[in-house]
């Protein structure tokens, strides 16, 4: 029974570890299921030292192979890229420093609109155009989220996008409660939970996930106005601080 219970467990960590994503992409799991398989028909033959066995086990790891391989490639090839220096952008400062993006890429308007603005407005207010920004935008639009929030003391913070990389960036300890990856398959926090430790809150006008910033903003609106008051705005981001004298200032970040 050691194989098939060995499967069994493999497939079952493999779903909860999927629970816990949400994407499936890079999911190891066939890779470490084949491996196992291979070493059950090498162990299975090896007594009869059959050397016709052999290209069929050789057979197996084609795959591992190339998808080991494959991402050996990839990465050596960024890495080339990169020292190249030729047409890239290079982040110098948070903890991105080192990353190369192509640069001066733009992104285009899309034929859809949404409104991001604090307080949220009617739905039935016209809204500007979306822009979906490029790999280079995005990157600098986190780096002037960054610099908006340098300057102040640390704290929790959320941003009210599909990703929040701000944490990582900073180097601070992420808010319990607030999802660092979020879309509509995760769900939903009641707002005293999701903003219990944090201290800014970030709004930005080009989101990864336009209808989700809406749905986040439409759901926490009235807390935020409550319980926050807008700080700052620049071109990208409305950044939204906890009110003095809120109460959960003292106990939501205290350990920050």
Known sequence: MRLPLTLAFLLAASLFLLSQNSQAAGLPSGIVILLVLYDELRR???PLRNRDIAPL???????????????AVSIAGYHAKANAGRGLYVVDHTNLR?????????????????AF???????????PPLYQLADYEYVLVLLEAADLLGAREPGGIALLDSVNPLPFMLGLKPPRGANLWSAWNAPVRPASEYFAEVRY????????GPDW?????????????????????TRSWILLVRSPTDQQTSSGYRNL
């Open 117 to 127: 603005d604090y307080p949220a407005r009617a739905k039935a207010s016209p809204a």
């Open 213 to 233: 910033t809406a749905d986040l903003v439409g759901l926490y609106g009235s807390y935020l106005s409550n319980h926050f008051r807008q700080a700052g705005e």
């Open 98 to 114: 080192g990353l190369a993006i192509p640069d001066g890429d733009r992104g285009a308007f899309l034929s859809f609109s949404h």
């Open 57 to 71: 086990l050789v057979t197996l790891l084609v795959l591992p192979v190339f998808t080991a391989g494959g991402f």
């Open 201 to 208: 809150v970030l709004i930005p006008k080009f989101p990864k």
């Open 44 to 46: 299975h033959f090896s």
